[in-house]
């Protein structure tokens, strides 16, 4: 079967970004609504699921759990979607305006993208899922968590004069166009703010750990 439904294929999008591909077989169950850092195709093989999903800007409104992993990985909603208490949790009424739900049978593949959160209900007795997850940026980019930790120990608990500061700095340096900061300099004054490659970024890995190990 894996041989006949390869992605990765000469002239394909896949091509260049080695899919991981898993199947997932068992009864009826629920995986609480989490997100992957991956693009996914889901494709359903057996029995009937059903998808939950929401954009990446809901989170504020589906109320997530702790940051450890919990036994799928990923950190996941505390909201039980099926009986919502919306005393304890009163903003997840925005998070269904804007939520969407698909129903895939056999045959059927949904296509989402990396952070989107999705609930996904396996509503047979007996049921099989394929996904395709894969990733466009190249391997030597860091993982966006290992930040995100990184900014709670050294941002989230400043003044909030200074992370409005910093904020802008993020924005200047991270979330605005990547060749911002470092257009006007010459490019052998660049360092870091070049655009990065394999050999820059292991420069900034090094010069992060030296940082953090001080």
Same mark, same amino acid.
């Given at each position: 079967?894996?041989?006949?439904? @390869? $992605? &990765? #294929?000469?002239?394909? !999008?896949? &091509?260049?970004?080695?899919?991981?591909?898993? =199947?997932? =077989?068992?009864?009826?169950?629920?995986a609480?609504?989490?997100?992957?850092?991956s693009?996914?195709?889901?494709?359903?093989a057996?029995?009937?699921?059903?998808? =939950?999903?929401f954009?990446?800007?809901?989170v504020?409104?589906?109320? !997530?759990?702790?940051?450890?992993?919990?036994?799928?990985?990923?950190?996941?909603?505390?909201?039980?979607?099926k009986?919502?208490?919306?005393?304890?949790?009163?903003?997840?009424?925005?998070?269904?305006a804007?939520?969407?739900?698909?129903?895939? #049978?056999?045959?059927?593949?949904?296509?989402?993208?990396?952070?989107?959160?999705?609930?996904?209900?396996?509503?047979?007795?007996?049921?099989?899922?394929?996904?395709?997850w894969?990733n466009?940026?190249? &391997?030597? =980019?860091?993982?966006?968590?290992?930040?995100?930790?990184?900014?709670?120990?050294?941002?989230?608990?400043? !003044? #909030?004069?200074?992370? @409005?500061?910093w904020?802008?700095?993020?924005n200047?340096?991270?979330?605005?166009?990547?060749?911002t900061?470092? @257009?006007?300099?010459? #490019?052998?004054?660049q360092?870091?703010? &070049?655009?990065?490659d394999?050999?820059?970024?292991?420069?900034?890995?090094?010069?992060? $750990?030296?940082?953090?190990?001080?």
């Amino acid at each position: 079967m894996r041989d006949e439904n @390869k $992605l &990765a #294929e000469d002239g394909s !999008p896949f &091509a260049t970004s080695n899919p991981l591909v898993s =199947i997932w =077989i068992g009864n009826k169950t629920i995986a609480a609504a989490h997100y992957d850092m991956s693009h996914n195709i889901a494709c359903c093989a057996v029995g009937k699921r059903r998808f =939950i999903l929401f954009p990446p800007e809901q989170v504020h409104n589906l109320y !997530p759990g702790p940051l450890e992993p919990t036994p799928g990985g990923q950190v996941v909603t505390m909201v039980d979607f099926k009986n919502p208490d919306l005393e304890a949790f009163p903003r997840y009424e925005e998070a269904m305006a804007a939520g969407q739900i698909a129903e895939l #049978e056999p045959g059927d593949i949904l296509c989402f993208p990396p952070l989107w959160w999705h609930q996904v209900e396996a509503l047979n007795d007996f049921n099989a899922m394929i996904n395709y997850w894969w990733n466009e940026t190249p &391997a030597f =980019i860091d993982n966006p968590m290992n930040t995100l930790l990184h900014g709670m120990l050294s941002l989230r608990d400043r !003044p #909030e004069a200074e992370k @409005k500061a910093w904020q802008e700095l993020f924005n200047y340096y991270v979330f605005g166009p990547a060749d911002t900061a470092g @257009k006007h300099l010459p #490019e052998a004054a660049q360092g870091a703010l &070049a655009p990065l490659d394999d050999m820059t970024a292991r420069r900034l890995r090094a010069q992060v $750990l030296q940082r953090i190990n001080r």
